[in-house]
C-alpha cells in the first residue's frame, strides 16, 4: 500500500510504502460500529442517581380513605404511579456500562478504518509537524495552507509548542500513535501522521 507524503504546501511529493496489513485491509462496517460503540460506552462515567420510594421525601399517611370517595386506592404519596414518587426501577451509580472487545477485535477495527481512510484519500504522511512557537495563528496559517480544516495529527514526539497551538482549534487534535482512538480517526476529514508516527503505529498493530 503507498500512502501520500505530503510537503509543506499540502502537495504530494512522493509516496511512502505502508503494509498491507494494516493499510490494505476490507471495510468491516460491523466490527467498526463495535469498536465505536464499545469506545463511548466506556467512557461513560455512570455517576447517574435516582430514587426509589423508600428514599423520596414523603409522608405514611394515607391520602385518603380507601372506599367512599369514588377514587383509586392510594396507601401512601411515595407511589411509583404519583408525580414525585420513587422510580420503580432507579438508576443507581454502580451501573456499569462497560463494553467488553478482544485486543485482535479492536487492531482490526483500527486497521480496517485506516485502511478505508486511505482508500478515500483521507489519510496522508508528513515528514514532520511542528510549529515554531506556541501560536494558534502559526497553527491555523500553517493548515491553511495545507488545505487541511478539520484534521487529526498524529505525532511521534508533539512539541509543546505544537500541542499548545492546537488546543483553540475546535477541529483539530494533536496525539501520540497509542492515543489516536477509533472515533477521532472517523470524525476527523484528514489525518496527518508524521513518519515516526508510522513506524510506532505499524509496531503497534502488526
Known amino acids: 500500500m503507498e500512502l501520500k507524503l505530503l510537503n509543506e504546501q499540502g502537495q504530494a511529493a512522493s509516496n511512502v510504502n505502508a503494509p498491507d496489513t494494516i493499510f490494505g485491509r476490507d ?5 467498526i460500529h463495535q469498536i465505536v460503540v464499545a469506545y463511548h460506552a466506556n467512557a461513560r462515567s455512570g455517576n447517574r442517581k435516582q430514587k426509589d420510594r423508600e428514599e423520596v421525601k414523603h409522608t405514611t399517611k394515607k391520602p385518603w380513605r380507601q372506599k367512599g370517595t369514588g ?9 411509583p404511579l404519583w ?9 443507581s451509580p454502580e451501573e456499569n456500562f462497560t463494553h467488553k472487545v478482544n485486543k485482535k477485535m479492536y487492531r482490526a477495527g483500527v486497521c480496517s478504518i485506516l485502511s478505508q481512510l486511505a ?21 491555523s496559517q500553517k493548515l491553511k495552507g495545507m488545505g ?10 508533539p512539541g509543546e509548542n505544537l500541542v499548545l497551538a492546537s488546543r483553540n482549534l475546535p477541529h483539530v487534535l494533536v496525539c501520540q500513535p497509542h492515543q489516536a482512538d477509533p472515533v477521532s480517526l472517523v470524525f476527523y476529514k484528514k489525518v496527518l501522521i508524521t513518519k515516526a508516527a508510522l513506524a510506532k503505529i505499524e509496531e503497534m498493530l502488526a
Open 119 to 139: 482508500r478515500e484519500d483521507r489519510l496522508s504522511i508528513v515528514e514532520d509537524f511542528v510549529v515554531d512557537a506556541p501560536k494558534t495563528k502559526l497553527l
Open 148 to 157: 487541511l480544516e478539520s484534521v487529526l495529527v498524529i505525532t511521534d514526539n
Open 71 to 79: 377514587r383509586a386506592r392510594a396507601g401512601m404519596s411515595s407511589s
Open 83 to 91: 408525580r414525585g414518587g420513587g422510580r420503580i426501577f432507579p438508576n
Open 27 to 31: 471495510y468491516n462496517e460491523a466490527l
